[in-house]
T-cell receptor
Framework: DAKTTQPTSMDCAEGRAANLPCNHSTISGNEYVYWYRQIHSQGPQYIIHGLKNNETNEMASLIITEDRKSSTLILPHATLRDTAVYYCIVRVNDYKLSFGAGTTVTVRA | NAGVTQTPKFRVLKTGQSMTLLCAQDMNHEYMYWYRQDPGMGLRLIHYSVGEGTTAKGEVPDGYNVSRLKKQNFLLGLESAAPSQTSVYFC????????????FGQGTRLTVV
């Protein structure tokens, strides 16, 4: 599976958009980009995934660059409840699911 | 709709004791996973299963055994608990299709003294 690089931490103001970057320069053509988040002490929660096109759901938007070497998760209107560790994962392996260290996002009032 | 349920939620063991953690999912998922998470760290894959009767080692399998006798259940066993196994354990499951998400349980907090 392709390796991902995320910033260790970032702050965001409540009500503003939070843009979380992820680099995956070794991604191959059939690997999906997934985002999960983990709110303190809880199990990880799926947010969104994509292959080539940008994706949007009720939680977030995923912007994937044309060369697919990086992506950005956008939380359009961050709230205090969005404070969590966010994991970017790229995966082609049909069964294994591996997590890196993620980005600790702190939303401040 | 329960999703993924882990039992127990909390446990304290003495060094050398054994125990089994149960993960149950009601979504008819083929794939199931056990992770551990130590303070301030990410999730590390212990073992996983791609179907009933099959198991495989993940990144940190030593000291653990697993069984998948029924499709809906994935058991994680500690034969002789050690303080290094103090951690929070998470179970997950997902369908076989490539572009599907995983569902996680709420975790089991295990302390070995």
């Amino acid at each position: 599976d392709a390796k991902t690089t995320q910033p260790t931490s970032m702050d965001c103001a409540e009500g503003r958009a939070a843009n979380l970057p992820c680099n995956h320069s070794t991604i191959s053509g059939n690997e999906y980009v997934y985002w999960y988040r983990q709110i303190h002490s809880q199990g990880p929660q799926y947010i969104i995934h994509g292959l080539k096109n940008n994706e949007t759901n009720e939680m977030a938007s995923l912007i994937i660059t044309e060369d697919r070497k990086s992506s950005t998760l956008i939380l359009p209107h961050a709230t205090l409840r969005d404070t969590a560790v966010y994991y970017c994962i790229v995966r082609v392996n049909d069964y294994k699911l591996s997590f890196g260290a993620g980005t600790t996002v702190t939303v401040r009032a | 709709n329960a999703g993924v349920t882990q039992t127990p939620k909390f446990r304290v063991l003495k060094t050398g004791q054994s125990m089994t953690l149960l993960c149950a999912q009601d979504m008819n998922h083929e794939y199931m996973y056990w992770y551990r998470q130590d303070p301030g760290m990410g999730l590390r894959l212990i073992h996983y299963s791609v179907g009933e009767g099959t198991t495989a080692k993940g990144e940190v399998p030593d000291g653990y055994n697993v069984s998948r006798l029924k499709k809906q259940n994935f058991l994680l066993g500690l034969e002789s608990a050690a303080p290094s196994q103090t951690s929070v354990y998470f179970c997950a499951s997902r369908r076989t299709e490539m572009n599907t998400e995983a569902f996680f349980g709420q975790g089991t907090r295990l302390t070995v003294v």
